[in-house]
């Protein structure tokens, strides 16, 4: 079992920045994939952001790339989503995903290939 808990979220102005972390528990850090996820009111949860086992490897949605950033701490157990120049369409729910792999370099960007999930943290982005 692996236990996932996000931080960081909160209530920003357009063109701001976050970072939101999410520190996980139950399992060796380093045999993990790792990813985010978003879920807006009324809307289907999206794939973010993923980063392999080594953190050599990251792909980014196209709704983000280019403004966030996913990056991960083997040492604190911790994956971070820094997030500049946000928008207020960034507003969503946004989840930490975390799966078991053998493969060092691979990433994973939908829902069904994550086993382990966070319970979520609010960002707000206001007009």
């Known amino acids: 079992q692996v236990q996932l808990i996000e931080s960081g979220g909160g209530l920003v102005q357009a063109g701001g920045s976050l970072r939101l972390s999410c520190a996980a528990s139950g399992r060796t850090f380093s045999s993990l994939a790792l990813g985010w996820f978003r879920q807006a009111a009324g809307s289907e949860r999206e794939f973010v952001a993923a980063i392999s086992r080594s953190g050599t490897s990251t792909y980014y949605a196209d709704s983000v790339k280019g403004r966030f950033t996913i990056s991960r701490d083997d040492a604190k157990n911790t994956v971070y989503l820094q997030m500049n120049s946000l928008k207020p369409d960034d507003t969503a729910v946004y989840y930490c995903?975390?799966?078991?792999?053998?493969?060092?370099?691979?990433?994973?960007?939908?829902?069904?290939?994550?086993?382990?999930w966070g319970q979520g943290t609010q960002v707000t982005v206001s007009s």
């Open positions: 995903a975390a799966r078991q792999t053998v493969s060092t370099s691979g990433y994973y960007y939908t829902n069904i290939q994550y086993n382990y």
